[in-house]
C-alpha cells in the first residue's frame, strides 16, 4: 500500500504542469474530436490488469514498458494533450493533463475512466470543473460526467 501512495503521489506532481487550467468545454473539445483516441486508448489498457503508471513529461514508467510500448502510448498522449497515464489495474484509469503544486500539494485536472466506484476516493459530482473550491483546506475529489464511464476530474490536495 506504501508503494502505491508513493506512486499516486508522483502522479500528481508530474501529471502535467502548467500555469493555466484547462477549462472543462477545452477538455471536453478534445474528447469529442479524439473520441477514437480516448477509445483506442482504454482498450489497449483494459487488456491488462497490471497497476502501471506510464508518463511522459517527465519520461517515466513503473513497472518499465518496452520502447514499442512506449512509443505507441505516447503518440496517444499527444494526440489527445496528456502527460501520461496512472492505470489501477481494473479498467479504471487516470489520463494527467494538469497539475500546479509541488509534493502532492496542489491541483490536478484530468480525464478519468472509472466503470466501477469500489475502492475509488469519494467524489462529488459536479455539473462543472472550472468553479470548484481550490483554496479548500480538505483533500477534496470531484467528478464531471462525459458519457458512459468517462468523466472530467480534479482532485484537490492542501
Same mark, same amino acid.
Given at each position: 500500500?506504501?508503494?502505491? @501512495? ?8 508530474? =501529471?502535467?504542469?502548467?500555469?493555466? %487550467?484547462?477549462? +472543462?468545454? $477545452? ?10 483516441? @480516448? ?8 487488456? =491488462?490488469?497490471?497497476?502501471?503508471? %506510464?508518463?511522459? +513529461?517527465? $519520461? ?20 489527445? =494533450? ?7 489495474? +481494473? ?68
Amino acid at each position: 500500500m506504501p508503494r502505491l @501512495f508513493v506512486v499516486t503521489l508522483i502522479f500528481m506532481i508530474v =501529471g502535467g504542469c502548467g500555469n493555466k %487550467v484547462p477549462t +472543462d468545454v $477545452e477538455m471536453l473539445a478534445v474528447f469529442q474530436t479524439k473520441k477514437a483516441q @480516448f477509445e483506442q486508448l482504454r482498450n489497449y489498457l483494459c487488456a =491488462g490488469d497490471e497497476r502501471r503508471v %506510464v508518463m511522459m +513529461d517527465p $519520461e517515466w514508467s513503473e513497472p518499465k514498458i518496452s520502447e514499442g510500448e512506449k512509443a505507441k502510448l505516447y503518440s496517444l498522449y499527444k494526440e489527445i =494533450g496528456a502527460k501520461g497515464v496512472y492505470y489501477d489495474g +481494473d479498467c479504471s484509469f487516470r489520463i494527467a493533463v494538469w497539475s500546479v503544486g509541488f509534493g502532492g500539494d496542489g491541483g490536478y485536472k484530468y480525464y478519468s475512466y472509472r466503470p466501477r466506484t469500489s475502492g475509488s476516493p469519494e467524489a462529488s459530482v459536479v455539473s462543472t470543473l472550472d468553479n470548484v473550491d481550490r483554496r479548500s483546506e480538505t483533500i477534496d475529489f470531484y467528478l464531471r460526467p462525459i458519457e458512459g464511464d468517462w468523466y472530467l476530474a480534479f482532485a484537490h490536495w492542501p
